[in-house]
């Protein structure tokens, strides 16, 4: 865990190549943030692979900022528009996600689904989530595979992106498996998960291809995150998993 946090967690210089115009923020914030004003310093979160985030630092408070990444991108990727507009109509309905003070579409100066328990800020002494991160995946899709693409980290080791496998469960206040599965169906009135394995493989593979998609901006020169190359090895790693998985469906048939 020490690790992990090491690697993905706080704040710090902006990388080479992800640099933003300092002067111009600052004029857009002036008229389009409320509550902005005085000077500012820029660091930038270590973790995140797609969109560059940046922490920055105002005399009287702190502001999250997402943009795309520099370079050439794959169309309809990277779509901060939409993480905007669906973080704000969830925060109007009291869903945990941050508060969005602005989007500006001008590509010069850019302002801020992928359900998984890495991508949520958890309250420090509560079993509580403070707000769900990460929003430009979001879009319309079955619950079951929603649902699944959580659970997947059940099957994931540790040392990927935080997964559950190997690890104390009760110790960290996770229930098991089987326990929250068994939650879910009963609060969304289910008798069970007819094909679990199934909607597991596939999101394994989906998960694999997003890896894969970060190889490629690796390859272009504007991956987001300095550890991009630390989770593009892994890839091998997670195709195995989802190929076994997919293979353990096919036998109970």
């Known amino acids: 865990m020490d690790d992990r946090q090491r ?24 008229a389009n943030v409320s509550g902005f004003q005085g000077s500012i310093a820029i660091q930038q979160f270590k973790g995140g692979q797609s969109n560059p985030t940046y922490k920055l630092v105002t005399p009287d408070r702190s502001f999250v900022l997402r943009r795309k990444p520099p370079g050439t991108l794959l169309k309809g990727a990277h779509a901060i528009e939409r993480e905007y507009l669906v973080i704000r109509a969830l925060g109007e309905v009291g869903f945990p996600v941050a508060r969005a003070y602005g989007l500006c579409e001008d590509e010069t100066v850019i302002v801020h689904g992928d359900f998984r328990a ?29 649902f ?10 540790q040392h990927i992106v935080g997964g559950f496998k190997g690890a104390d469960l009760a110790a960290l206040g996770i229930p098991a498996e089987a326990d929250y599965v068994a939650d879910y169906c009963r609060r969304t009135g289910r008798d069970g998960i007819v094909d679990l394995d199934f909607y ?8 694999a291809a997003i890896v894969h998609g970060i190889k490629g901006r690796m390859a272009r020169g504007n991956a987001a995150s300095a550890d991009a190359a630390t989770l593009v090895e892994t890839l091998p790693e997670l195709a195995r998993l989802a190929r076994a998985m997919a293979e353990r469906r096919i036998e109970r048939w």
């Open 7 to 30: 690697r993905f967690g706080g704040s710090g210089p902006v990388r080479e190549g992800q640099g933003i115009d300092v002067a111009r923020l600052r004029e857009w914030m002036r």
């Open 118 to 146: 890495d991508n949520m800020i958890w309250h420090m002494t509560e079993p509580r989530i403070l707000a769900v991160l990460d929003w430009e995946l979001s879009t319309l899709g079955h619950p079951l595979a929603d």
């Open 148 to 157: 699944t693409y959580h659970l997947m980290m059940y099957h994931v080791p």
């Open 200 to 207: 597991l493989a596939f999101n394994m593979f989906r998960f």
